[in-house]
């Protein structure tokens, strides 16, 4: 099965300007999670969709970052205006297993690569 | 919130050593994963952990939860190249449906040759 893919792999973008991310979701998988990482810094929650709907976004950084995932297929990230400190990367990760258990010792979470985030 | 204290934050070992890595916390957790991030490719889980005091291997990774509830070792016997990386643990205290995932910091492993 084809894996979660984000794009782009890198962005470079000047502070004040908006930029998107897009999250493709392993086909069928219910959950989507957007995380970031700064350098250096721990992996961080940004937020989760169940289907369409958002099931927690308690660790979105402020209102300048909007999250959508129409028809709960694909989600988008959008950072209007981006700023120096929202640069890190950012990645996205899916599942369907709502429960957590032992299915052959896989928790069910899948990650992208990753969208590196440069704000200058 | 919760927060994961993961040590070593580097570590720089000769091929054929073994490696120990640990993370502690606050506050419990009712699940411990341990990631494994290569470059320019996201994390991929290596073990997880749901039992106070599991003790669980994968091939050459043997990482256990402890009996607080409040820390998990993983350790890597015999090392080769290709487990250069960043390793991360993460908790988490969804127990009945798969909510976030609180990552700690990271330990970078350089193996040379």
């Known amino acids: 099965e084809a894996g979660v893919t984000q794009f782009p792999s890198h962005s470079v973008i000047e502070k004040g300007q908006t930029v998107t991310l897009r999250c493709d979701p392993i086909s069928g998988h219910d959950n989507l999670y957007w995380y970031r990482r700064v350098m250096g810094k721990e992996i961080k929650f940004l937020l989760h969709?169940?289907?369409?709907?958002?099931?927690?976004e308690s660790g979105m950084p402020n209102n300048r970052f909007l999250a959508e995932r129409t028809g709960g297929t694909y989600s988008t990230l959008k950072v209007q205006p981006a700023e120096l400190e929202d640069s890190g990367v950012y990645f996205c990760?899916?599942?369907?297993?709502?429960?957590?258990?032992?299915?052959?010792?896989?928790?069910?979470?899948?990650f992208g690569s990753g969208t590196r985030l440069t704000v200058v | 919130g919760q927060q994961l204290n993961q040590s070593p934050q580097s570590m720089f070992i000769q091929e054929g050593e073994d490696v120990s890595m640990n993370c502690t916390s606050s506050?419990?957790?009712?699940?411990w994963l341990w990631y494994k991030q290569d470059p320019g490719e996201g994390p991929v889980l290596l073990i997880a952990l749901y039992k106070a005091g599991e003790l669980t291997s994968n091939g050459r990774l043997t990482a256990q939860f402890g009996i607080t509830r409040k820390d998990s070792f993983l350790n890597i016997s015999a090392s080769i190249p290709s487990d250069v990386g960043i390793y991360f643990c993460?908790?988490?205290?969804?127990?009945?449906?798969?909510?976030?995932?609180?990552f700690g910091k990271g330990t970078k492993l350089s193996v040379k040759p």
């Open positions: 506050s419990i957790f009712n699940t």
């Open positions: 990760a899916s599942s369907q297993v709502r429960s957590i258990g032992r299915t052959g010792g896989n928790y069910g979470y899948t």
């Open positions: 969709f169940v289907k369409e709907s958002k099931q927690d």
């Open positions: 993460a908790g988490t205290n969804y127990g009945g449906s798969q909510g976030n995932l609180i």
